[in-house]
């Protein structure tokens, strides 16, 4: 068994809720093997504050979180990743910065729960669903054997990832 804690960076546009999700999530069920970070290619001013609360419901960790620039990430000092995921189709067609140490990069798609329209408990519900389809995939890419894997094998587990069609079963963190 390895001890290495591989680091994982989620994209979105706005880092305010897919990518949030997909890092608190990491953090939690990854926790003895990965340090999961997310940002935006424009991020905005907050974390959507439904992000928070479903977060909260499941008891998750918010503390700390904020909305950031992928910039940060390609800076000197910034954590070596290891694999990039963008998870909004809008931030898999731009252009990225040049992340240092050659990451593995993939892209799983999700609808933007914050662009959803509807009443505030038809927007609860579909916070919840986005939720529980970034939590089905996080638990499978935790479960990769990474250290039996070569890095082509990895490229093309994590792109199988983001072509399946998601399932919205319960996670319990």
């Known amino acids: 068994m390895s001890d290495k804690i591989y680091n994982t960076l989620f994209l979105c546009t706005g880092n305010s809720a897919r ?6 999530l990491l953090n939690h069920l990854g926790r003895d093997r990965f340090r999961a970070y997310s940002a935006g290619s424009h991020p905005g ?9 479903v977060l909260q ?11 950031k620039s992928w910039d940060e990430f390609a800076r000197p000092g910034a954590p070596q990743l290891d694999f990039v995921i963008t998870l909004c189709d809008s931030a898999a067609g731009e252009v990225c910065p040049v992340w240092p140490g050659q990451p593995i990069t993939a892209h799983w798609g999700f609808e933007d729960p914050s662009a959803f329209e509807g009443t505030a408990q038809e927007k609860r519900e579909f916070f919840d669903k986005i939720f529980r389809q970034i939590a ?4 499978i890419f935790n479960s990769l054997p990474l250290t039996k894997l070569d890095r082509v094998a990895i490229k093309r587990e994590l792109d199988a990832l983001g072509d399946r069609v998601t399932q919205t079963s319960t996670i319990a963190p």
Request: a neutral charge; aromatic letters at 0%; proline letters at 3%.
């Open 19 to 24: 990518s949030i999700m997909a890092e608190v």
């Open 57 to 67: 419901s499941t008891r998750l960790q918010v503390e700390g979180l904020c909305s």
């Open 136 to 139: 089905n995939r996080i638990k």
């Open 45 to 53: 001013a907050q974390v959507n504050p439904l992000t928070l609360e």
